[in-house]
């Protein structure tokens, strides 16, 4: 579910980019592992994938009080509520345990980078 919503957040934020014509999985996994990969040297590392996930929390936090409110994120409410709490809103700290918990899930190898197999796999998981 966690693993979801942060991907659901970074299709969120790479979206808006395609226009017209929906693009295949393949595509859009692809556009999202370049927009995660800085360095583009082919691995998410952990600064890589903290700091563009910081970078969608700015972009989503509309009203930039720090926190994302439901309306903010377009999350199910179920998968907003496990991250938020009994306060019903997400701040930086929630997202980041969030972020990092991700990151560990997908990191099936535990070489502490994302490589394009790993990111695939987890595509997959979350779609199925
Ligand atoms: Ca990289
Ligand atoms: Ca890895």
């Not at 299709?11 to 556009?31: F, I, L, M, N, Q």
């Not at 903290?50 to 929390?57: A, C, E, S, T, V």
């Not at 972009?59 to 994302?68: A, F, G, I, T």
């Not at 809103?89 to 790993?118: G, M, P, Q, W, Y």
């Amino acid at each position: 579910m966690v693993l979801l919503a942060i991907l659901a957040l970074a299709a969120h934020a790479v979206t808006p980019a395609w226009g017209a014509g929906k693009p295949s999985y393949e595509k859009r996994d692809r556009a999202i592992f370049d927009l995660l990969d800085d360095n583009h040297d082919g691995v998410i590392s952990m600064p890589e994938f903290k700091n563009n996930q910081m970078l969608i929390f700015y972009l989503l936090d509309r009203n930039k009080d720090l926190v994302l409110t439901k309306n903010e994120t377009a999350l199910p409410a179920d998968v907003f509520d496990e991250i938020a709490g009994p306060e019903g809103k997400i701040n930086t700290i929630e997202f980041l345990n969030v972020v990092d918990k991700a990151f560990k899930n997908a990191d099936t190898n535990h070489d502490s980078t994302i490589d394009r197999k790993e990111f695939n796999a987890l595509m997959r998981r979350v779609r199925e």
